[in-house]
């Protein structure tokens, strides 16, 4: 992957998991004093190989946490996603616009996304405005992936170096603006 890019989606397979590294990675980041919009899921305890199915995600900006997924009853079929949490979701992102945060995280590029909806206007908009965007896709969606982003150039392997080191690679948006408080320049 080139480094330079300002989106990058870790690649998730069944053995090697995000969620517990990127939260971890993106808290550190934040007491360093980072400034992150969106949402990260929350890392839960389930059975080795197993997927919590009571997903929980962290809005980065303001700390509430909301269930992802909605209980409908052991007998119901279909989206089990809850629409008041993508409401949030959404939100979140589009508020991204508007602050230039040095980050913007999308928890999963998932179904909704794979099928041309979700979050897919979101990622278009953030990426369009220089905003360096970070999602998770599992391995189940990567086909989906690199048509809607064009190529596999924006895989990360799911390992906190690789993570460390795209983070490293981006240009903070709010050190630029501290600098131009501070001598008067505008940062371009």
């Known amino acids: 992957m080139n480094t330079s890019t300002t989106i990058a989606a870790l690649v998730q397979t069944d053995t090697v998991r995000a969620d517990a590294m990127l939260y971890e990675a993106l808290h550190q980041r934040k007491n360093a004093g980072w400034t992150i919009r969106g949402l990260v899921s929350v890392p839960l305890a389930a059975e080795p190989g197993q997927v919590s199915k009571n997903t929980i995600v962290e809005n980065l900006h303001t700390g509430e ?3 992802i997924m909605q209980s409908r009853g052991k007998d119901t079929r279909g989206c089990r996603l809850n629409p008041i949490a ?3 979701a959404g939100d979140e992102l589009r508020h991204a616009l508007g602050t230039r945060p040095d980050l913007a995280v999308i928890n999963r590029f998932g179904t909704s ?13 953030l990426v369009s405005a220089g905003i360096p965007l970070l999602l998770v896709v599992t ?4 086909g989906a992936w690199r048509h809607f982003i064009g190529g596999s150039d924006y895989e990360l392997p799911c390992s906190r170096p690789a993570l460390d080191a795209w983070l490293d690679s981006l240009p903070r948006q709010a050190a630029d603006e501290t600098q131009s408080l501070d001598t008067g320049i505008t940062a371009s």
């Open 65 to 67: 946490r909301h269930a």
């Open 86 to 88: 993508l409401t949030s």
């Open 113 to 125: 996304e794979a099928e041309g909806g979700g979050f897919c206007a979101e990622i278009i908009d």
């Open 139 to 142: 391995d189940r969606y990567l």
